[in-house]
T-cell receptor, first 110, second 112 residues
């Protein structure tokens, strides 16, 4: 079993739609969590950190459920520019041991 | 401020040849990572440095891969000899305590 697992995708949604991605992690010692975005043939870039209380950044909302070892990302009012691959990232322990999921591909259609 | 710089951006080599990648992290970042990314997959850690010390190299295929980070700044990753299956994007990233990792643009390696 992979340490970080994501929805396989791809997700094809119309502009303006709401879309949610899920991610589960296997190591209960994981301490911090992130969503990264990766455009085609580009490097991954941080989209947002995920906090225990949940956090929101504009149209993006991240949630963490430690009991279920589950992370989610919600995108509201999807834009064409949101088309990318979204990577779930888990930091295991106090050291900077960043483990990436395989990514979920999103295409927002006009 | 300059980001993580990697070179070369692209490399095509024949199998069994050696190849080296170079990374200059963001100034002041103590942590440096090398990741390998195959098409349709997330980045997979090869090695992580804290300053000049390799603190996690459990996923580095040591029979053919080697890395160094002299003086705790720049780093090189070497493959010798390269195999067809090594074709991938090699990503370098850096970070400091309690911040995210910042990635370079990567080196796209094709082994023919």
């Amino acid at each position: 079993r992979k340490e970080v697992e994501q929805d396989p995708g791809p997700f094809n949604v119309p502009e303006g739609a709401t879309v949610a991605f899920n991610c589960t992690y296997s190591n209960s010692a994981s301490q911090s969590f992130f969503w990264y975005r990766q455009d085609c043939r580009k490097e991954p870039k941080l989209l947002m950190s995920v906090y225990s209380s949940g956090n929101e950044d504009g149209r993006f909302t991240a949630q963490l459920n430690r009991a279920s070892q589950y992370i989610s990302l919600l995108i509201r009012d999807s834009k064409l520019s949101d088309s990318a691959t979204y990577l779930c990232v888990v930091n295991r322990g106090s050291a900077r041991q960043l483990t990436f999921g395989s990514g979920t591909q999103l295409t927002v259609l006009p | 401020e300059a980001g993580v710089v990697q070179s070369p951006r692209y490399k095509i080599i024949e199998k069994k040849q050696p190849v080296a990648f170079w990374c200059n992290p963001i100034s002041g970042h103590n942590t440096l990572y090398w990741y390998l990314q195959n098409l349709g997959q997330g980045p997979e850690l090869l090695i992580r440095y804290e300053n000049e010390e390799a603190v996690d190299d459990s996923q580095l295929p040591k029979d053919r891969f080697s890395a160094e980070r002299l003086k705790g700044v720049d780093s090189t990753l070497k493959i010798q000899p390269a195999e067809l299956g090594d074709s991938a994007v090699y990503l370098c990233a850096s970070g400091e305590r309690n911040t995210e990792a910042f990635f370079g643009q990567g080196t796209r390696l094709t082994v023919v």
